[in-house]
């Protein structure tokens, strides 16, 4: 089986779409896995996948830019050299400049599609092209429940909208991992207001959607039952021109909360580490989370989070820990949670649940549930031309033995006189007269 993956870039969150675990299982499974992004060939992220074996082409795909129809014709070139079984897009710019390139190509078999759609994309135009496929695969039963409802249609075929969560690698977030002396030694001289502090970890930057103004809420209410409270966030301490950003630095200068805030920047590779070392990892998010990534790698290390009772933070922590689940929006309510979590720590269970072997599992049979699809309806389209070509040959009349037009022979008449030619007359006169002379 050939499986060919289509994305802007290499860049995005890994551990969201699994990429280089998934082509490493293609591979390990004896399947060809192709990979065709915008990154450059000396690219890290690409040695490493060439490194497990993917074949590897660039393509630049952008996101929501025009330039990237330019490549219509070299993603045509490509479908046509592989002929892939599957292909699979990850965003809606390399799923139309699929479409386009499908049109005219020439393949012996047209390719099974399949499209993962990451989070609550308007149902438009925009987002058509990953709608025209196969099989969609949604990121939590929320994204499918949104997408059913867009698209107006509840009872959709499972077939057509399969839910795979994703999923955690196991080894590099191991249960109740505990962040190196180095690290914390390093971390502490870095940054020595968070030594013999509580960390509330934000993970993610500042804006509008990610609600870190609840921050405000529990550093207020909880500052003075908790004096060594203090909230991490994963962003820089300035962002020119950012309204959210500076809206939040004011506020929390003005109720004088700033000492208990630090900034540790949004490029880091130790986010682990982060996650494993914090007391609580805060999932406030204002608007409805898809995957809610972070939450669940902190679960999976053991570390307690609390977020807000709706989409992807409900689905994760409903079954591995429904004490951090908070209702939605109430103020009250979340600081009521941080504290009990600070005066009795309770930490999540050991979980097989969402897990990066368990999503390339589900992927894997995805892509082989369409590619017999596949190798059905073409037996099934020979066995039907099979089918009429005998019907054909059984229909044609049978042809003659002697290759001698046969003419109307009328019936003789029994009463009927023979008279004999003038011909056939003197041949029996000669006859007799050789007769007669042979007489003694």
């Not at 496929?133 to 399969?162: A, C, F, H, Q």
């Amino acid at each position: 089986m050939k499986v060919m993956r289509l994305l802007s870039s290499l860049k995005h969150d890994e551990s969201e779409r699994g990429i280089f675990h998934l082509g490493r299982a293609l591979v390990k499974n004896e399947h060809t896995s192709i990979i065709v992004s915008s990154a450059d060939e000396d690219n890290d992220l690409v040695r490493r996948l060439k490194r497990d074996g993917n074949i590897y082409h660039q393509l630049h795909m952008n996101k929501k830019s025009w330039l990237s129809l330019l490549q219509v014709s070299s993603l045509r070139h490509l479908i046509e050299k592989y002929e892939p079984d599957v292909i699979h897009v990850h965003s809606r710019t390399p799923a139309w400049i699929l479409h386009l390139a499908l049109r005219r190509a020439r393949v012996r078999r047209l390719p099974k599609l399949v499209s993962t759609m990451y989070g609550f994309y308007p149902i438009n135009k925009y987002s058509q092209a990953l709608l025209d496929v196969d099989t969609i695969i949604t990121v939590s039963d929320s994204v499918t429940n949104y997408l059913k409802k867009g698209l107006r249609r509840e009872d959709v075929d499972p077939t057509i909208i399969k839910r795979i969560y994703r999923g955690i690698d196991t080894r590099r977030y191991p249960y109740r991992h505990n962040p190196s002396v180095y690290w914390l030694r390093h971390t502490f001289a870095e940054y020595p207001e968070l030594e013999h502090k509580k960390w509330l970890v934000f993970p993610t930057v500042i804006g509008n959607e990610y609600g870190q103004e609840w921050l405000i809420d529990i550093l207020g209410n909880l500052q003075e039952q908790f004096p060594n409270i203090h909230a991490i966030i994963m962003d820089d301490d300035f962002r020119d021109g950012d309204v959210a950003h500076e809206d939040f630095r004011q506020r929390s200068n003005t109720l004088e909360l700033a000492e208990r805030i630090t900034y540790v920047g949004s490029k880091r590779n130790d986010m682990r580490e982060w996650l494993s070392a914090a007391n609580i990892v805060m999932a406030l998010a204002n608007e409805p989370e898809s995957i809610g990534i972070n939450a669940l790698q902190a679960i999976h290390l053991g570390t307690p989070v609390i977020g807000w009772d709706q989409a992807a933070f409900s689905e994760i922590l409903q079954p591995l820990y429904p004490q951090g689940l908070v209702k939605k929006y109430n103020a009250n309510a979340l600081c009521k949670a941080v504290r009990n979590q600070l005066e009795s720590v309770t930490r999540p269970e050991m979980t097989n649940k969402f897990t990066m072997r368990e999503m390339i599992e589900e992927t894997l049979a995805v892509y082989q549930g369409l590619y017999d699809h596949a190798l059905a309806e073409e037996q099934a389209k020979a066995d039907a031309i099979a089918v009429r070509r005998i019907k054909k040959s059984l229909k044609k009349p049978a042809k003659p033995i002697l290759n001698v037009a046969v003419k109307n022979v009328e019936p003789v008449n029994k009463n009927a006189t023979v008279k004999l030619s003038k011909e056939a007359s003197k041949i029996v006169d000669t006859a007799k007269i050789a007769e007669d002379h042979q007489e003694p």
